[in-house]
């Protein structure tokens, strides 16, 4: 078994927020560190505010319509699935610090950690992304439709739950959230054990249950998981790791380093 840890880092996060991501986290480490399952954590943001090098290149182009994502992304790696560090505690000291929590592009977000987790052997592969809210970005926003990136998003869990590769759930933090199937949401800290680590102990478990299902589905050749080009729209697809604008400017991945205690 494999699970990735897909931590939002938004400005709303501020606060009472960060406390209670953190806890999230670690909980969930602790608890699959206890069963010896492997895992990672990730986060997720953006370089800046109001866009980026992406933003500079559409303005230098001349503002064309239906530019697609604007900003520059920053995915974070606090422990990968090569970690081999023996404890379960996760540093997530930039989660700590509010320079790093700017906007948020879930969509790309989720499909780079699904992206990760099908490149790893194990058999049974979950993904809990941790937010607080609806993704943002003012500067894409501003220059596309309003729901650009609330549709993206829709989408690329949608096909995550159409093929089952991995199994994904949502875990909101004080809000609920309309984008995964199987969700569940931390109003307080007394939410921790009865309801967030009893949710993911249920999905591992349904993940054991289904995996004659998914050996099914790949025998029957479903399509290679990715976001489809819409067709007959003005607009540009988002695309993973890169700007949607032609040539824009490629994400960044910070490497958080492992501290053994």
Sequence with gaps: TAVSLLVDHSGSLRGAGQVHALAIVQAIARFLHDLNIRFEVLGFTTCSWRGGRSR???????????????????????????????????????????QFLKENVDGEAVQWAYDRLLNQPQSKKLLFAITDGAPVDDSTLNANWDSILHDHLIKTVRLIEEERKVLISGIG????????????????????APIVLRHVADRLC??????????????????KAGIPATENRPDRQLTSSESAMPGGSKS??????????
């Design 206 to 223: 349904e993940a054991h249950q289904i995996l004659l299902l998914l050996r099914d589905r790949a025998i029957s050749g479903l399509p």
């Design 56 to 98: 500079e290149k559409w303005l230098r182009a001349g503002k064309p319509q239906y530019p697609g994502r604007l900003c520059d992304l920053f995915h974070i790696i606090y422990r990968s699935f090569e970690d081999k560090t023996r404890h379960a505690h996760v540093d997530m000291s930039l989660l700590c610090s509010e």
């Design 173 to 192: 933090i004080k809000h609920e959230w309309p984008y995964y199937s199987a969700s569940v949401t931390l109003t307080t800290m007394n939410d921790l």
């Design 252 to 261: 960044f991945t910070y490497v958080a380093p492992s501290r053994a205690l």
